[in-house]
């Protein structure tokens, strides 16, 4: 990813979870970004969120609909069990 791609947000949930699907997305040649915005505001003085929905990730534009379609079958199948 470089500073000139639009990212795009295809996930939000506990940090655990945010790592496993960038895990997931790698492992299918996307390249994924988290954002743990917990840790990002205790480092800034202040906190903002739960940990349950602490974390973001991000892909770039192209890959946006394939890793959708990755976070999609991920959560069905979580569901299931």
């Known amino acids: 990813m ?7 947000l295809v996930f939000t949930g506990s940090n655990v979870e945010a790592n496993y ?12 970004l988290v954002r ?7 480092a800034a003085g202040w906190v903002s969120g739960a940990p349950e929905d602490s974390s973001r990730v991000f892909v ?6 394939k890793a959708e379609l ?4 991920y959560i069905d199948t979580r569901e299931k069990t």
């Open 60 to 65: 770039t534009e192209d890959h946006f609909e």
């Open 21 to 32: 699907i960038k895990s997931i997305l790698e492992d299918n040649n996307i390249g994924a």
């Open 2 to 8: 470089t500073e000139q791609e639009d990212l795009k």
């Open 36 to 42: 743990n915005t917990l840790r990002e505001s205790l």
């Open 70 to 73: 990755l976070v999609k079958q």
